[in-house]
């Protein structure tokens, strides 16, 4: 097993030579951000969505530096925190799902991130965050129904003094980053270190330990008044254990407690380069990128001190992006017309083994079987106390699409029309097999072999149309009016979580075949090709208000989102040890969102809220109709409202921000028999600035609010991940 240290030492020998796309700064006019990286030909304030935006100054007050912190702050954005670094489960506006495909797009430095699993990684040197919310598929394409979080990172062009800082607290929490611009070169590095927060009682041990190391690499260089050349590299190292999830039955939440391993190992790096040219009467992006990313996670998936059965999934794998854009050079034109082509390829190689233990064994497969054979006949035994299914799987995907969005200036009138055509392609190659020796007692005195092996090919093709209509109206310098009608989809994709079970029942009813005897109900499961789901699409109608002067902002946005094909996670009946996505007819949900901004000389006041009612208009699954229901997990209500002040001390400033968090109610299944209320969170940050460097406090959770931020099912069982406990933080940073 190699060490940690010897992991960091990969990260920190990748060839300096390969280079990363950064995007060009465009400038925005708005009170609190002044550069952003969207693809968008208009500023910020006149793009008809709903937008969020902060700075780094924001950022680093609230302590924000993974995306989880956007919570809130984001309207109606929720990003709950558990598991692992693999679980980035992300919900808005309605929709999302805990597996696979996200609902919203990540771009550093115009660079799409395809792997939902690299999503959560630290954010030292990341400089601004800009989220346009809605679909928003005509610009971004696949999986961006939900909206796009853009981040832009440090860049050699700007006039950054050198920044160093150190954090540590509760659960032995640490965090030190470095950031600094050297010539062409911009250069990021943080270190992460937890003890952990939650017990495993089993253990007696802490379960979520993490230690992660990551770096960021910048460089671009201007050739003269027509060409920009500019390189990003990312990488990110972590170990860390997690799946605090704790058994509830009875109405009673117990403790984290099981017996085997949990832990998630994740290798990413993102790496492309970028080449803006300003032609005489066009500009021309392009844009390419590399993305790799290998993690190893084993996870106890019945969660409980008894030997049930593990799993492991390994993955490597490799994806390439290139994407060109075509604009005019003269922005100031009335006509802005943008044409872009997009591309990308990538291959994953799993292997996903079960191990089944003793009990696992007993009570998933001998018990199952004894129940249906007639005592004539009499009792399977099975001798291994440990069987491996072994699950290997090759999943190439490609997307390829073109797409136009004209953007007309009619003075106090903005119009905008967008359309694009998107193919994607899907297939996945399975090889699954175990082996088990097997006797009929009283009958047989000896163990018998049986092989089962299933494998196989399965593939998948979609066409997506998604197109844009939107106006934006400015009744006054300070006030717009916008609406907006867009499609956004999210890919479909293969199960593979269920080939556990698939294996299983085959080899069940193997066993029985070799013996002779044939049931009249074998034991049934999806097959292969059942394991396909379908994208989801969204129709979203919007219309929205923003307002802002020198020290205010108002922003209010209504929308409805009407969904096909909505993508969720569900779990066989009975004691099932896999999960499967499925798509689960038709949803809707509408909602108002809103966001005020206050900033008076040293006053500073934020209130985010939205409001989200998000049910199935249609969903049917073979045993209960769940139409009107809520869709589990997403909260009704976020909030997210604050204040500060820095206070003049003796050439010094005090800065004293506090804000409440607030989230809920929850749903937490497609019944409606478990839910949550909603709950407020208080957090604050008290840090003294004198030149050069900044002391701080900071706390989250301080009222010590319980609750819930995940719920799941494993073989019949309930089980719940707890929030995150008060935390308290100290820090200084230096600016050198």
């Avoid at 924000?64 to 919900?91: C, D, F, K, N």
């Amino acid at each position: 097993m190699r060490t940690f240290a010897a992991e960091m030492k990969t990260v920190l020998l990748i060839p300096l030579f390969f280079t990363v796309p950064a995007e060009p700064e465009m400038p925005v006019e708005l009170p609190s951000v002044t550069v952003t990286a969207l693809k968008e030909q208009v500023e910020t304030d006149r793009i008809a969505s709903a937008v969020s935006a902060f700075s780094y100054e924001t950022i680093k007050r609230n302590g924000t530096y993974r995306e989880q912190s956007l919570s809130q702050m984001v309207p109606g954005l929720h990003i709950p925190e558990y598991g692992a670094s693999l679980t980035s489960t992300i919900y808005l506006r309605g929709l999302g799902s805990r597996m696979e495909n996200p609902v919203m797009g990540l771009y550093i430095d115009g660079i799409p991130v395809l792997d939902k699993n690299a999503y959560d990684f630290d954010w030292e040197g990341v400089r601004n965050v800009t989220m346009l919310r809605g679909p928003q598929g005509t610009l971004y394409g696949r999986n961006s129904m939900g909206g796009v979080l853009s981040l832009r990172t440090l860049s050699p062009s700007e006039d950054a003094a050198p920044e160093v800082s150190v954090e540590y607290g509760t659960a032995g929490t640490m965090r030190a980053g470095a950031q600094f611009v050297t010539g062409r070169n911009a250069l990021s590095l943080t270190y992460r270190h937890k003890d952990g927060y939650f017990r495993n009682e089993y253990k007696d041990e802490l379960c979520d330990p993490f230690d992660g190391l990551s770096m960021r690499w910048k460089w671009e260089l201007h050739s003269g008044e027509r060409l920009i050349v500019a390189n990003m590299l990312q990488a990110s190292l972590s170990r860390e254990g997690g799946f605090a999830y704790g058994l509830w039955t009875d109405s009673v939440q117990y403790p984290v407690s099981y017996n085997d391993e949990g832990s998630y190992r994740r290798l990413s790096v993102i790496e492309g380069v970028k080449l803006d040219y300003y032609g005489d009467r066009i500009k021309t992006d392009a844009i390419a990128s590399f993305q790799m990313l290998s993690d190893d996670m084993n996870m106890d998936q019945d969660y409980t001190s008894r030997p049930v059965f593990t799993l492991e999934q390994e993955q490597m794998s490799g994806a390439g992006t290139v994407e060109l854009n075509f604009r005019r050079t003269d922005s100031e034109a009335r006509w802005q017309p943008l044409t872009g082509l997009f591309a990308f390829y990538k291959g994953n190689r799993m292997k996903a083994p079960v191990i089944f233990k003793r009990d696992g064994i007993q009570t998933l497969m001998l018990d199952n079987a004894n129940r249906n054979i007639p005592d004539e006949i009499g009792e399977l035994a099975i001798s291994e106390s440990v069987m491996p299914v072994y699950s290997d799987f090759m999943i190439k995907s490609w997307n390829v699409a073109l797409f136009h969005e004209s953007v007309l200036d009619l003075d106090r009138w903005l119009l905008a029309a967008g359309l694009r055509f998107d193919y994607e392609g899907a297939v996945m190659d399975y090889v699954s097999k175990t082996e088990l020796h097997y006797r009929m007692e009283p009958v047989m005195t000896d163990y018998k072999l049986v092989k089962v092996r299933y494998a196989g090919t399965e593939d998948h093709s979609h066409f997506e149309v998604l197109p844009k209509l939107s106006v934006l109206f400015r009744a006054t310098d300070a006030l717009s009016l916008y609406a907006t009608l867009s499609k956004g989809y999210r890919a479909g994709g293969f199960n593979t979580q269920i080939f556990s079970d698939i294996l299983q029942n085959k080899t069940m009813n193997a066993t029985m075949n070799d013996m002779g005897v044939y049931m009249d109900s074998p034991y049934m499961s999806v097959s292969a090709g059942n394991t396909e789901y379908d994208p989801e699409t969204a129709w979203n109608a919007e219309l929205g208000m923003r307002m802002a002067a020198d020290d205010w902002r108002v922003e209010a946005s209504a929308y409805y989102t009407d969904v096909r094909n909505q993508q969720l996670t569900v779990f066989p009946p009975g004691k099932s040890t896999g999960r499967m996505m499925t798509n689960a007819g038709r949803s809707r949900s509408y909602g108002v969102e809103a966001q005020l901004m206050w900033n008076p000389d040293r006053l500073r006041t934020h209130v985010t809220w939205a409001w989200c009612d998000a049910r199935f208009t249609d969903y049917n699954d073979g045993n209960n109709d769940y139409s009107g229901n809520r869709i589990p997990y997403v909260p009704e209500h976020t909030l997210h409202a604050g204040a500060g002040y820095s206070f003049p001390v003796g050439g010094r400033t005090l800065d004293v921000d506090c804000a409440l968090r607030g989230e809920g109610p929850f749903s937490w299944n497609e019944q409606g028999t478990r839910r949550e209320d909603f709950r407020l969170m208080l957090e604050s940050r008290v840090g003294l600035v004198m030149d050069g460097w900044e002391i701080y406090l900071r706390g989250e959770n301080l009222t010590g609010t319980g609750g819930s931020s995940f719920y799941f099912k494993s073989m019949g069982n309930e089980f719940f991940a707890p929030v995150k406990p008060r935390t308290i933080m100290t820090g200084i940073i230096f600016k050198l």
